[in-house]
């Protein structure tokens, strides 16, 4: 191959797609804006800590594999994976006792028999009907472009769209096995790495339950970032040239097809195939002229948005006890929350959160004796917080914590923090309305609904990432990747790809 391809951003969608094309001979060119490559999965120091400052969970390592499997690699060259245990702790509110789930069917069916008499069963029935859907999935839709509504409402789905549920929604899925609220909050809580509520998604993504429930959580030491420099890594060598504090300020369209960017500095790198992993808003609505265009305005403004984040990186002087690596605070309102999110946006007063202490596995990413903490709330994206607003809500938040998750002193026991909330997302990546993650997974906004990988006005010009199909997630993101390279080749399986 001779062709010179552009990849705009440099997040693991972008990462990906370099990888994908360079080792198969194009001239590839990543531009990323910022210092460091990984879009939302960054990383900075300060003060002896070292804080991954996006995605946290390394769930479904099958589809990382298949990834490392396509570069000619295996995962384990390059990420030294922990198996955590517990996989994750659940705290409630106005409840002393917390919940361990261990991704072990044999200890987690016994956890929700004692919390309601009869769910030992009924979760192994879920778990099976959520094998069942990750599978079919995994094998049969995720790996597929989408161009008609036939190409989504095909024979299979027609047939087993029942038994695959995605026709119903989350929520009322969940409530059909179990009745406790407990339970359903730990059945449902996975739908906000999705950036939607279970009131809304799509009940086909129970199949993420499978993900933490059946094949495990893990952690790459040294920090997810390390599985960013593994991408970076791979991409480089095939021989793909990564730029960073190279934002684009065009995408240059000649003849209705592109031919490459202009730098923010004036450059012009030209291309055969520009492919952006930019926010796709941006991408739209910034980087083309009207003409050329496939979603204006407008569109975007009818958009549901994926939550944004009101995120506290701190740093505390002593170790803390209580906490795993992974820990979730449940509101008692859980409807109510979702609402303030997505209908009624405030900042919660009393919110779901979660609590990431990386330092309770990898003491790398600690001065010793000391603990890291990742806090993220998640919000409404769109809000506007003043200074003032972001020092009272960290205190509330703090506050909660201390009582809520028997972390009795931890305000004086932070040593440093920062605060990164909707402004922050807004700046640092282009992020429309400063949402943390993207497109919600609605109805409609899922599959054929979601905006397609191809702009419909500039040939050559192709979409990766979170914007568009799959949609959102770390490894639903190296799916992406895989798709772009499908619709580049005209490539129309199924499945995931064999070979390059």
């Known amino acids: 191959m001779n062709k010179r391809v552009v990849v705009i951003g440099a997040g693991i969608g972008g990462l990906g797609t370099a990888g994908l094309f360079a080792k198969k001979g194009y001239e590839v060119t ?39 499997q396509l570069m000619g690699e295996r995962v384990e060259d390059h990420l030294d994976l922990i198996r955590l245990s517990p996989s994750y702790r659940i705290f409630f509110h106005n409840e002393s006792e917390s919940l361990d789930i261990h ?21 192994r029935a879920y778990l ?6 990750y599978k079919v999935a995994t094998q049969h839709f995720m790996y597929k472009n989408y161009d008609t509504i036939f190409d989504f409402f095909n024979r299979r789905v027609m047939t087993e769209g029942q038994k695959l549920s995605v026709f119903s929604k989350m929520h009322s899925f969940v409530s059909r096995f179990f009745r406790s609220r407990k339970l359903q909050q730990v059945m449902e809580y996975t739908m906000v790495f999705l950036g939607t509520s279970p009131y809304e998604a799509p009940a086909l993504y129970n199949l993420m339950s ?45 003849n209705g097809a592109a031919s490459g960017v202009r730098l923010a500095s004036g450059e012009v790198i030209a291309a055969d195939i520009v492919i952006s992993n930019a926010d796709l808003w941006f991408t739209e609505t910034q980087l083309l002229g009207d003409k050329w265009r496939s979603y204006k305005q407008r569109y975007w403004d009818r958009r549901v948005m994926a939550p ?4 506290m990186y701190l740093g505390i002087k002593e170790k803390l006890r209580g906490l795993t690596h992974h820990n979730l605070l ?10 303030q999110i997505y209908k009624d946006p405030c900042l919660p007063p009393e919110p779901s959160l979660y609590v990431c202490a990386p330092s309770v596995t990898d003491s790398e990413v600690a001065p010793e004796g000391r603990e890291n903490l990742f806090v993220l709330v998640p919000i409404a994206s769109g809000l506007e917080i003043t200074e003032d607003e972001k020092e009272a809500y960290s205190e509330k938040v703090l506050r909660l914590i201390e009582r809520e998750m028997g972390l009795t002193g931890l305000r004086e026991k932070v040593e440093y923090k920062r605060i990164y909330t909707v402004s922050d997302f807004a700046a640092d990546h282009n992020a429309f309305r400063g949402t943390a993650l993207g497109l919600a997974h609605t109805m409609r906004q899922t599959a054929i609904f979601r905006p397609k990988n191809q702009s419909k006005k500039v040939k050559g010009l192709y979409f990766v990432g979170a914007g568009t199909n799959p949609g959102i997630g770390t490894q639903i993101c190296l799916i992406s990747a895989e798709l772009v390279f499908k619709r580049v080749h005209g490539i129309k399986t199924a499945g995931p790809l064999e070979a390059l």
């Open 210 to 254: 499978h993900m933490d429930f059946n094949q495990g959580v893990f952690y790459p030491r040294g920090g997810f970032y390390e599985l960013i420099k593994a991408l970076a890594h791979l991409a480089e060598k095939n021989g793909a040239r990564l730029m960073t504090n190279s934002p684009v300020a065009e995408i240059l369209v000649e």
């Open 30 to 68: 990543v531009l990323e804006k910022n210092e460091n490559l990984g879009g939302r999965a960054n990383v900075f120091e300060a003060e002896g800590y070292r804080f991954d400052m996006g995605p946290s969970w390394y769930l479904a390592p099958d589809l990382f594999e298949h990834y490392f």
């Open 128 to 133: 099976k009907q959520s094998e069942y859907q």
């Open 103 to 123: 991704s072990d069917i044999g200890r987690d069916s016994a956890t929700f028999e004692r919390i309601e008499p009869g769910a030992a069963e009924k979760l």
């Open 330 to 339: 449940f509101s008692d309102d859980w409807r109510l929350n979702f609402d």
């Open 308 to 311: 944004s984040a009101f995120i």
